[in-house]
Antibody, heavy 118, light 110 residues
Framework: EVHLVESGGGFLQPGRSLRLSCAASGFTFHNYAMHWVRQAPGKGLEWVSSINKNSDNLEYADSVKGRFTISRDSAKNSLHLQMNSLRLEDSAFYYC???????????WGQGTLVTVSS | QSALTQPASVSGSPGQSITISCTGTSSDVGGYNHVSWYQQHPGKAPKLIIS???NRPSGVSNRFSGSKSGNTASLTISGLQAEDEADYYC??????????FGGGTRLTVL
């Protein structure tokens, strides 16, 4: 059974940095692209970033480009999101999501909450 | 990248059918068959219910179906049940190799 467990969320001030992690299990991690998707409380879903299985194709939403960096460690079956220069509007639940290989997002973690506030 | 356009809310009575639309552009929905749909109940993570416009993952009820015409994709739920009450989101691959979600539709079962 696929399990995705996010960690690293917290409460912090604007301009600070935070690193999210996702521990993956139940599938062959190095064979699949992975994504981060976020959802502000009471709002809709927003795709944030993706990384292909070889880590040589990284993509970002315009809202986070230049501030966030996605990475993966296939030896440890883990996905990461380094978030710098955080803004109030980055406050959200951040979900770690597995790519299905047919352009869908087939397994989701339970999310980790990031709150940016002064 | 602008969000795909979905109606904010739809409603239907048990047993009825409803359709949720998802409108994009030729750079996303209209350009690729890589449209997927997600169901999200309150306090829960989203769940994939349709991939590649019309494919149902294993375990998803055949009451859920998807289609596409031009720049608009649609999700139809037939035989509405109380458990279908949830938020629904569409998602598309884009010409920039990114993904984009719709704004979400709240389904109310009357």
């Amino acid at each position: 059974e696929v399990h995705l467990v996010e960690s690293g969320g917290g409460f912090l001030q604007p301009g600070r940095s935070l690193r999210l992690s996702c521990a993956a299990s139940g599938f062959t991690f190095h064979n699949y692209a992975m994504h981060w998707v976020r959802q502000a409380p009471g709002k809709g879903l927003e795709w944030v970033s993706s990384i292909n299985k070889n880590s040589d194709n990284l993509e970002y939403a315009d809202s986070v480009k230049g501030r966030f960096t996605i990475s993966r460690d296939s030896a440890k079956n883990s996905l990461h999101l380094q978030m710098n220069s955080l803004r109030l509007e980055d406050s959200a639940f951040y979900y770690c999501v597995k790519d299905s290989s047919d352009y869908a997002l087939d397994y989701w973690g339970q999310g980790t909450l990031v709150t940016v506030s002064s | 990248q602008s969000a795909l356009t979905q109606p904010a809310s739809v409603s239907g009575s048990p047993g009825q059918s409803i359709t949720i639309s998802c409108t994009g552009t030729s750079s996303d929905v209209g350009g690729y068959n890589h449209v997927s749909w997600y169901q999200q109940h309150p306090g829960k993570a989203p769940k994939l219910i349709i991939s590649e416009v019309s494919n149902r993952p294993s375990g998803v009820s055949n009451r859920f179906s998807g289609s596409k015409s031009g720049n608009t994709a649609s999700l139809t739920i037939s035989g509405l049940q109380a458990e279908d009450e949830a938020d629904y989101y569409c998602n598309s691959y884009t010409s920039r190799n990114t993904r984009v979600f719709g704004g979400g539709t709240r389904l109310t079962v009357l």
